[in-house]
C-alpha cells in the first residue's frame, strides 16, 4: 500500500482569493437593520476595518491577498492533499476518495486562513485590540495566533460550558496572549441580563458573540472578529479549494463529490466555491454540506431574516437558522452548534447549487475512529461529520460498483478533543435529533422584517 500524498510549492500559495459573488446566478440577500433598512458600509465601521467592510460587500472575482498574510500563510501552506488508499481498502470501495488536510496549522485547523487576514487588515487600520467568541475554541485559538503575529490584544468570550469543559484549548490561547473570559460574563450589558436571567446559564455562541460585538462597539481601539458565518470569512477560506483544485490537476482528477463539514459555513465556502463556478458552467459536480443532526440548521432550519446573535445586536441576514435564541445541546462538535449558517451558503442551499445533509453523534465518531486507525489522523469532532457522508457514500459505490472520486475536508485534528473521544469509547455519547417543537418555537421569535422592494 503506497501514499499518495499531494504537495505544491510554497510559490504556489493562491495569490488571490475567490468570490463567489462574482459568479452567483442571483445577487445576495442585503444585510438589513431590524428597521428593515439597508445596512450601509458606516454601520459597520464600529466593529470591523475598512478593508474587511469592502470584502464583506464586494462583487470583485478575485480579491489580491497582502504578502505579509502570504507570508503567514507560509507556515503551514500550502496545505497537503492525500489519496485515502487505506481508507479505500478499509471499505473495499470501488470509489477514490481524497481529503484536503487543514489540521497543519499551529492552531489545528483552517481557522488561521481567516484568523491572520482579519489581524492584518485590524493591525492596518491602527486598530489595538480585538474581541471575539469562541465555541470549542478552535477560533479562539486561531485569532489568538493570529493576534500575537501581529502584536494585537486579543480578548475572546468562550461559551461558559467549553471554558470549563475544554481547559487546554484556554491554556493554547493563553499561550499566544489572549485573555479568555467564560460567557455569560459580569462584564458586559448582554451578558449581565443572561445571567440575571438563567445564572446557571452554559453559554451559547449566539451570546458570545453578543458580548464580543458590544465591547468591541463601545470602544474605538478595539474591533470585532468572526470566525465564519460572514462573507469575508468565507473569502479568505477559498486558499482551500483553490489549492485543492490545482492539486487535483497534478493528479489528474477532478471530483464528482465534494463534502465539508458545515457549522458557519467557512469551510464549506473555502473549499466549495472554487469549484461552484465549474457547476453553474454545466459541470457535473455535488456538493454536500454535513451538519450534526442535533442542529440542523440548512436541513430543517427556517430560510429567513435572523440576528446572528443573541442579543439581537448584529444585522439581520437571510439564512437558515434555527432561531437566534437557539439554545444548542452540548453536542461534541463544539464548532457546528451555531443556530445560523453563512447567507452565501444559505442562498446556494436554497438555490440549489449546493446540498445538506445531516448525521447522528455517535455515527460521527464510529467514523472518525475508522478514519484514523485507516489513515493515521486523529480528526477534529466536526471533521468527522464530513468524514461520515463519505464513508456512506463510498458504500453506496461499493453497492452499485460505481467508481466515483470523493473528496472531504478533513477540516482539522482532534488532539484537544480526545475527552470527547474518552466518552465515545465509554457509550457514554448520545444521538440527539433535534425535536420539532423546538423548531416551530423558534420560528414565532423571529425577527419580523422584510427586504426593501
Ligand atoms: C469551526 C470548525 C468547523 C466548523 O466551522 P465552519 O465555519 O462551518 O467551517 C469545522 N471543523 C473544524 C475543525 C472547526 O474548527
Redesign the pocket.
Known sequence: MHTTKILLAESEIPTHWYNVVADMPNPPAPYLAPNGELITPEMMGAIFPPAIIEQEMSQQRWIPIPEEVREIYRLWRPAPLFRAHRLEQMLGTPAKIYYKYEGVSPAG???PNSAVAQAYYNKAAGIRRLTTETGAG??GSSIALAGSMFGLEVRVYMVKISYDQKPFRRSMMQTWGAEVIPSPSPLTASGRQILAEHPDSNGSLGIAISEAVEEAASRTDTNYAL??VLNHVLLHQTVIGLETRKQLEQVGDYPDMIFA????????GGMMFPFLADKAAGKNIRLVAVEPGSCPTLTRGHYAYDYGDTAGLTPLMKMYTLGHDFMPPGIHAG??RYHGDSALVSQLYHEGLIEAVSVPQIATFEAGVMFAKAEGIIP?P??NHAIRATIDEALRCKESGEAKTLLFTL??HGHFDMASYDKYFSGELEDFEYPKEALDAALLNLPKVSAPA
Open positions: 485547523s483552517h481557522k478552535q477560533w470566525g465564519s463539514p458545515c457549522g458557519g459555513g467557512s469551510n464549506v464548532g457546528l477534529a466536526e471533521s477540516s482539522g
